[in-house]
């Protein structure tokens, strides 16, 4: 079965971490572009970090960096996102996305433009709250 599952979401108190994971199923990540949005309550989507299939090209968005890293764990056809120093403002549901390494040029286009990669439908996502 082909899948793509967000996992690792959950509340955290401000200057807490969480490491969320995208995990695929029935195919490899490893020829893909990964990419990984968010979506606040009343807010667009918005990109977080993207990475590059050949993992030689990251980006982060100006509000995560520094707090967020993207990393591969090929072995288990996983991405995920660590995320440190959390903020209220973090708090939204995250998704991850794959693109084609032909249809990706620029990882810093992928994630400035929020769009639901190979599989066309936004996945389930994992929510992320940070709260006291």
């Known amino acids: 079965q082909v899948q793509l599952v967000e996992s690792g979401g959950g509340l955290v108190q401000p200057g807490g971490s969480l490491r969320l994971s995208c995990t695929a199923s029935?195919?490899?990540?490893?020829?893909?572009?990964i990419g990984w949005f968010r979506q606040a309550p009343g807010k667009e989507r918005e990109g977080v970090s993207c990475?590059?299939?050949?993992?030689?090209?990251?980006y982060y968005a100006d509000s995560v960096k520094g707090r967020f890293s993207i990393s591969r764990d090929n072995a288990k056809n996983t991405v995920h996102l660590r995320m440190n120093s959390l903020k209220p403002e973090d708090t939204a549901v995250y998704y991850c996305?794959?693109?084609?390494?032909?249809?990706?040029?620029?990882?810093?286009?992928?994630?400035?433009?929020?769009?639901?990669?190979?599989?066309?439908?936004w996945g389930q996502g994992t929510q992320v709250t940070v709260s006291s």
């Open positions: 996305t794959i693109e084609s390494p032909t249809s990706i040029t620029d990882v810093q286009a992928m994630c400035e433009i929020p769009l639901p990669g190979v599989f066309g439908s």
């Open positions: 029935g195919f490899s990540l490893d020829y893909y572009a």
């Open positions: 990475i590059s299939s050949s993992d030689s090209s990251t």
